[in-house]
């Protein structure tokens, strides 16, 4: 009976309690949201369970603002001057907003640019993330691009069929363009009656190096030539003579690499034929003493250089991005810094995008290197007479006109089976015999020099005599 009576009481004090108790008060928000709560009596305290849901903020004596921050449920306890406890049930849900919009238009999107693809979409404007399968890489490439215009950031997981590799033949070839054009004419004479010689000096004349003279009269004269050009006329009988030359150098077409490079349809795949060279680079430290000078050194490359990405478009073309460069040191614009000489990098580069079938070629022309290179020469002081001193001088000017040319080549490769021996390359000379080889000459030779057998001894029938 004892027992009955104290649960009885407890549950008479339970209730109670519960009576006195606040009624709790729902307040729904959404994330982002607020909600101002005004009381008729000044607030004395404030106390929210969870503040990472939701943050409660006292803007005045009877004014408490409730701020939504993430999706859940809370409690907030609010006491007034009387010291009366006032609950609230918070409950925050996300903003569907965004999502919503970028459902319904994105969505929309999606599926009228590739309607034959099974791709499914979730995320936001920070991160949307693609799943599902498409048909080739060209479709996932898209996929993603699309996506980029509505999040700052994608990530693709969509399941693309096997890929194909592409083998990218490329041709650099560079052309001197320059043609050079060689005119020099010597005349000479050496009768009795006049000796001289006139020349154009781009090339040695000839010399006289012995003059004999008997009662006045020239009796004997050489003549030197160093260089009979490639016309040479001589009269005996007038002793007179000339020498030319009439020259047209020009160069041809120069194939600086051809790389060939085999990659994954979507992959990036780059070539460089040269080297890298050091460059320092100046900065600044704080030190004790003030700011000391750093030089740290940095590698830049040159030479033949290719960057390609292919792709498959759906018609079965390859669409391909291709960046070939080429570069050289130039140390007629170096620097130099510190007792150290920094050449200059002169480049030549091209970037394009184009659509081609497999074995089908394009080519980058019209990369010009010009170059005018002059050169000044003049007699000391006396070059430097005003207008009389122009005789004094002389001027050479050198041009150079380089073209580079690019020649590319997309072709779809297969791999050779398991077990299949890939061709090699034969030489047309071999320098030494394989081992089989030298075998069955050995076999051939010992056959031949094997004794075959033969008959011994009379041959025939012989009929005896009578």
């Given at each position: 009976m004892r027992t009955r009576a104290a649960i009885l009481v407890l549950a008479l004090a339970c209730a109670g309690r519960a009576a006195d108790a606040p009624a709790a008060r729902d307040v729904a928000l959404m994330v982002g949201k607020g909600e101002l709560l005004r009381f008729d009596r000044d607030v004395s305290k404030v106390v929210i369970a969870e503040p990472k849901i939701a943050d409660a903020i006292v803007v005045s004596p009877r004014d408490v603002m409730v701020n939504a921050k993430g999706a859940g449920h809370t409690t907030l306890i609010i006491w007034d001057s009387a010291n009366t406890p006032l609950r609230y049930d918070i409950t925050v849900v996300s903003d569907t907003t965004e999502v919503e919009h970028l459902n319904r238009v994105f969505g929309a999107q999606l599926k009228s640019a590739l309607p034959t693809?099974?791709?499914?979409?979730?995320?936001?404007?920070?991160?949307?993330?693609?799943?599902?399968?498409?048909?080739?890489?060209?479709?996932?490439?898209?996929?993603?691009?699309?996506?980029?215009?509505?999040?700052?950031?994608?990530?693709n997981l969509l399941q693309v069929p096997d890929r194909r590799e592409i083998l990218l033949q490329v041709k650099f070839a560079e052309v001197d363009r320059v043609a050079l054009s060689q005119w020099g004419f010597n005349l000479l004479s050496r009768n009795t009656t006049t000796l001289g010689a006139s020349s154009?000096?781009?090339?040695?004349?000839?010399?006289?190096?012995?003059?004999?003279?008997?009662?006045?009269?020239?009796?004997?004269?050489?003549?030197n030539m160093t260089n009979l050009l490639n016309l040479f006329i001589f009269r005996p009988d007038l002793n007179l003579g000339a020498t030319i030359q009439a020259m047209e150098q020009q160069n041809v077409l120069q194939i600086l690499a051809e790389p060939n490079l085999i990659v994954v349809e979507g992959s990036e795949a780059s070539f460089l034929a040269g080297g890298e060279f050091p460059f320092p680079t100046i900065t600044t430290t704080p030190t004790t003493a003030g700011i000391a000078p750093v030089v740290t050194i940095q590698f830049k490359k040159f030479g033949v250089q290719l960057n390609f990405t292919p792709t498959l478009t759906s018609s079965g073309a390859i669409n391909l991005k291709v960046k070939p460069e080429v570069s050289a040191l130039d140390f007629t614009n170096a620097v130099t810094i510190a007792g150290y000489t920094i050449p200059a990098l002169s480049s030549r580069v091209a970037e394009t995008e184009v659509v081609l079938k497999d074995g089908e070629s394009f080519a980058i022309a019209g990369l010009l290197d010009n170059r005018v290179t002059q050169q000044l020469n003049k007699i000391k002081l006396l070059g430097d007479?005003?207008?009389?001193g122009q005789l004094f001088r002389s001027r050479s000017t050198q041009k150079s006109a380089d073209e580079l040319m690019v020649v590319v080549t997309p072709h779809?490769?297969?791999?050779?089976?398991?077990?299949?021996?890939?061709?090699?390359?034969?030489?047309?000379v071999p320098y030494m015999p394989t081992v089989k080889e030298e075998q069955a000459a050995k076999k051939k030779k010992d056959k031949k020099n094997e004794k075959q057998p033969e008959f011994v001894g009379p041959s025939g029938h012989q009929v005896p005599n009578p």
């Open positions: 693809s099974e791709i499914s979409f979730s995320g936001n404007s920070e991160l949307i993330v693609l799943t599902g399968k498409v048909e080739n890489a060209d479709q996932s490439r898209r996929a993603e691009a699309l996506a980029l215009t509505f999040s700052k950031k994608v990530q154009t000096q781009q090339f040695q004349p000839p010399l006289f190096t012995q003059l004999q003279f008997n009662n006045q009269q020239l009796a004997n004269s050489n003549i007479i005003p207008i009389l779809f490769v297969k791999g050779l089976a398991a077990g299949e021996k890939a061709p090699l390359p034969d030489t047309v």
